[in-house]
């Protein structure tokens, strides 16, 4: 199967990538931030070639130095699980941005809610233009405020049952049909707000 044409993503929105290790998740995130030019990734697990941020103050001192006014920055933030939270509250002084939720699992803080940084990211980023890419391995893990607020999501072939039945029972059943027939590195790419959706290959 071909690679697709990269999907657009509107401002503002949030779009969340599932599956399993080795799956493709970070080529297809890549893929989707390709372009954006002000760019923060959350990444505990350093997947990112960016400058790398590895605290709150570092990142408070990144961002004195003007970086809020230029025109494009990519900066990995690095932090402990405990400052992530405070680091999230400081992204939104970045906005406009695309921001990149690497185990985004991480961010919740049990029963299926958000922390509060995170909660205002998506109760009101839309309003400052912050585009936000949530990756999961588990979705079922993640944050319920998170995935009911999507736009997106890309969604590799699936296995876990626990996460089967997520799927089942978010998705439009169309979509979920073509869910099952995924091979190989291929995704299901699902618009949630029209219900459109196809079966697609990142490109690399």
Known sequence: MDPSPTPELVAGTITVVSGQRGRGKTTLVRELIRSAPRLVV???LQEYDY??????EELQS???RGVRDAPRF?????????DADEVLR????LA????????ADLYSKGAGQPSDGLRYLI???RHADITMIAVTRRPAHVARSLTANAHYCGIFATVEPRDKQYWKGYLPGEAFAKLETLQGYQHLWCDLWTGESEVRVALR
């Not at 406009?96 to 185990?103: A, F, I, R, T």
């Open 123 to 125: 109760e009101y980023g």
């Open 74 to 82: 990519r900066v990995a933030v690095r932090c402990g699980q405990s």
């Open 96 to 103: 406009p941005l695309m921001l990149v939720l690497e185990e």
């Open 51 to 56: 400058p790398p941020v590895y605290s709150l």
């Open 90 to 93: 400081a992204i939104w002084t």
């Open 62 to 64: 990144w961002v004195k």
């Open 42 to 44: 959350m990444d505990m």
